[in-house]
């Protein structure tokens, strides 16, 4: 079963495997057994914590600076980047949340990059390298966790989160 699942997903199920080794013979007197157990686990989940919400519930998800601190939770995983992509969302041009997160950015502002690299929980919307969050407008973000597996690279993306940028009247 194991041998069939490796074939077909590429990479070991999810799961506690224990491998058990048995050594004897050559110059070793008696057996040497040793047994190791390991967990395999895909790092898939990613919860978009602040700013934002749904589009429906923009009205309370106002915020009042135009450097946010994004924050998201996630399973430990020290071999998994993180990265982060912003983007305006204008109902007059984009018809969900996903035709604006795909159109241009906001951070990166570098079009070719695709998406900012990114700690583990935080990032604090840059001052310089990113297009400058607008009083009155909503904004998408998006992370993605890109981790190694047997095939390659594979990618996970969270939810999309809006949320919009207060108009501030002195």
Request: with cysteine; glycine share 8%; proline share 5%.
């Amino acid at each position: 079963k194991i041998l069939s699942a490796i074939t077909s997903m590429g990479k070991l199920p999810d799961g506690e495997y224990t491998l058990s080794f048995r050594l004897f013979g050559g110059n070793i007197d008696g057996e040497v057994n040793r047994v190791k157990t390991i967990n395999v686990s895909t790092p898939t989940s990613v919860n978009l914590i602040y700013p934002g919400g749904s589009l429906s519930d923009t009205t309370q998800n106002v915020i009042y600076t135009p450097y946010p601190i994004f924050q998201w939770s996630t399973e430990t995983c020290f071999s998994c980047e993180l990265f982060i992509r912003v983007a305006e969302f204008n109902p007059a041009f984009h018809n969900s949340l996903e035709d604006a997160i795909e159109d241009i950015t906001s951070c990166p502002v570098n079009q070719t990059q695709g998406w900012e690299t990114i700690g583990n929980t935080s990032f604090q919307y840059p001052i310089t390298g990113a297009k400058e969050l607008e009083e009155g407008k909503l904004y998408v973000w998006q992370i993605k966790k890109e981790f190694q597996t047997t095939l390659g690279i594979e990618s996970y993306l969270s939810s999309i989160s809006i949320f919009k940028i207060a108009k501030v009247s002195i």
